[in-house]
């Protein structure tokens, strides 16, 4: 069966930082990509941020939303199958439920947010201005 699971979230001021973190179970992880997406209230979900699997050759990519650059940093850690999203210099407009994913895909493609995926429950990020 698998799981995927967040956890790191809450309320934060705006400025503040937050790190989220996923794990996963009843998949394999290191050969797929991962990914974070977010959805707020109102608003369709999206995908923020995107990691490859690691390929001897080229190593890992990455892929932000435009939002998100140069604030969020996606990570991994395939040892312990842990998935990360540090989130520096938070705004008010990143306040939503954020969601883990693993992807049926190994890359990050322009259409990763289309993939296949298995999904997490999600965790509450709350930023106050």
């Known amino acids: 069966q698998v799981q995927v699971a967040e956890s790191g979230g809450g309320l934060v001021q705006a400025g503040g930082s937050l790190n989220l973190s996923c794990t996963t179970s009843?998949?394999?992880?290191?050969?797929?990509?991962m990914g974070w997406f977010r959805q707020a209230p109102g608003k369709e979900r999206e995908g923020v941020a995107c990691i490859s699997y690691f390929n001897g050759r080229t190593g890992i990519t990455t892929l932000y939303v435009d939002s998100v650059k140069g604030r969020f940093t996606i990570s991994r850690d395939n040892a312990k199958r842990m998935l990360y999203l540090q989130m520096n210099s938070l705004k008010f407009e990143d306040t939503a439920m954020y969601y883990c994913?693993?992807?049926?895909?190994?890359?990050?493609?322009?259409?990763?947010?289309?993939?296949?995926?298995?999904w997490g429950q999600g965790t509450q990020v709350t930023v106050s201005s």
């Open positions: 994913a693993a992807l049926k895909a190994a890359y990050c493609s322009d259409s990763w947010q289309k993939a296949q995926k298995y």
């Open positions: 009843g998949l394999t992880f290191e050969d797929r990509a």
